[in-house]
């Protein structure tokens, strides 16, 4: 018996072409629907278009023939599902594109792949796509899962949270193939806030390799980040049970600890003694974390949560503080309860 969901989607607009949205449209076009792959950038798209690969990004995937791919937004045409997997520092300026385009308009679901809080707004990526497409259904993929692996059609499970149940199933099924498993949630508050929670913890975890704390210290680090995620998820309106899941333990793991994490990179190289700047400036590739940070901890800081961890890796990406500095005062708190995760 086949245990695949049943979807009426049928096809997907793709936008954003780094390598999750890549990937992303592999998974897609292998599941049946029809895929159109759109990046703002028209010589790196002209070159996919070419050679059906990414070569900046993504080079192992070979893209099939039926993905079309462009850079011109007004050459696409309507689809059942837009799924943005764009930067969250361009999640505003896509949605504009996309609704001055009509793009949306027959459209049954929007689906945000990006995983991030707006400075200043402390607005969830799905609340800013909807400031600009108004009256669609907004779902939310993430959990643990890098771009590089899934291109390789490596065993991997997400979660698509939608207050719609009937609309999470459909996407659901959108996303479920042999390799690839997909689980339900209708906590979209809860499941954005952790998913951007853990970019800067992931920073954090590479720092202490970086400075060769050792796996004891990383461990500790890990499982304070996620009693810090409870709280500011909890605070901002989610559940604490989309912490426990792959939304939020599981991306948090896979994020801390794998070589492929943009952000753990940073980390490890900030603790080796290099410059963020000099850091940023050698890799095309966007680790959310650093923009994210400054998000998180003024969201912590409004709304009154204690979050010590956050704090520091604030101070060390945005203030200058040294990151041997910052890891002594965490060492140096006061004693305290472990559980007293909510308070």
């Known amino acids: 018996m086949d245990p695949t969901p049943i979807s009426t989607l049928q096809s997907a607009l793709i936008l954003g072409a780094g390598s999750w949205g890549t990937a992303l449209a592999s998974l897609l076009h292998e599941r049946g629907l029809k895929v159109q792959f759109w990046g703002r950038d028209e010589a790196l798209m002209n070159e996919i278009r070419k050679s059906r690969r990414n070569s900046r990004y993504l080079p192992g995937l070979y893209l099939p023939e039926g993905i079309a791919v462009t850079s011109d937004l007004s050459s696409m045409t309507a689809a059942d599902m837009l799924v943005f997997v764009v930067p969250s520092k361009g999640i505003r300026e896509t949605s504009l594109l996309v609704a001055s385009a009509g793009l949306h308009a027959q459209a049954k679901v929007i689906v945000s792949c990006a995983k991030g809080i707006e400075l200043h707004t402390c607005k969830r990526m799905s609340e800013i796509i909807a400031e600009f497409l108004p009256g669609k259904v907004a779902a939310v993929l993430t959990g643990p899962n890098h771009a590089e692996e ?7 499970a997400a979660v698509v949270a939608c207050a719609d149940e009937d609309i999470a199933k459909q996407v659901q099924g959108c996303f479920t193939l042999p390799w690839f498993r997909s689980y339900t949630s209708d906590d979209v508050c809860g499941v954005e806030w952790a998913g951007a929670m853990k970019n800067p913890y992931a920073i954090a975890a590479g720092i202490a390799l970086g400075l060769k704390l050792g796996d004891n210290a990383i461990a500790a680090l890990v499982t304070r980040a996620l009693a810090e995620m409870v709280r500011l998820v909890v605070r901002m309106g989610g559940r604490p049970d989309s912490c426990f899941g792959l ?32 850091i940023i400036s050698s890799t095309r590739m966007v680790a959310e974390g650093v923009p994210n940070t400054a998000s998180l901890y003024e969201a912590a800081q409004a709304h009154q949560v204690r979050t010590p961890l956050l704090a520091e890796i604030n101070a060390i990406l945005h203030q200058g503080k040294p990151a041997t500095e910052a890891m002594q005062a965490l060492l140096s708190r006061d004693p305290r309860a472990e559980m007293d995760t909510m308070r």
């Open 247 to 278: 939304g939020g333990v599981g991306d948090l793991m896979a994020t801390c600890y794998s070589a492929h994490s943009r952000n753990h990179r940073v980390g490890k190289l900030l603790g080796e003694g290099m410059s963020l700047p000099d």
């Open 150 to 156: 899934v291109s390789q059609r490596l065993a991997t």
